[in-house]
């Protein structure tokens, strides 16, 4: 199965330390590696993005940043695990490299499954 990972924070947090970025780069190659992780990546500030939204029938498009948003949406990867708890396993593993990392930080790994995915 795969789950879909989703990783927020506040965007004024800085830079994640050297640590950090060193234990997510073995982690992600273990994790390529052993086929746990289909893909992952980082996303750029909300200052270089745009929402579109659709309602009343009209589409707005409103650029970045969003003040209003208390977290962003900083990264995601797609899992492949065999059970809902080995998705939630993998997503404690890169949590806590965040802790021991970077205290301080605060954020969320939201896990959901995919249902549909394009080759």
């Known amino acids: ?21 060193d234990a997510m780069a073995k982690l ?14 980082g996303l750029s500030a909300s200052s270089t993005g745009a929402r579109l939204r659709v309602s009343g029938g009209k589409l707005t498009v409103t650029d970045g940043p969003f003040a209003e948003a208390k977290e962003v949406v900083g990264g995601y990867a797609v ?3 065999k059970s809902r708890e080995e998705a939630l396993e993998a997503a404690r ?13 605060e954020g969320e790994c939201e896990i959901r499954q995919v249902w549909f995915l394009a080759p």
């Open 79 to 81: 899992l492949e695990a």
């Open 93 to 105: 593993r890169f949590m806590r490299l965040h802790q021991q990392h970077w205290p301080g930080w």
């Open 1 to 21: 199965m795969r789950f879909l990972s989703i990783v927020k924070s506040a965007e004024n947090q800085g830079p994640p330390p050297q640590a950090l970025l």
């Open 28 to 41: 992600t190659e273990d994790s390529l590696r052993d086929g746990s992780l289909v893909q992952t990546g």
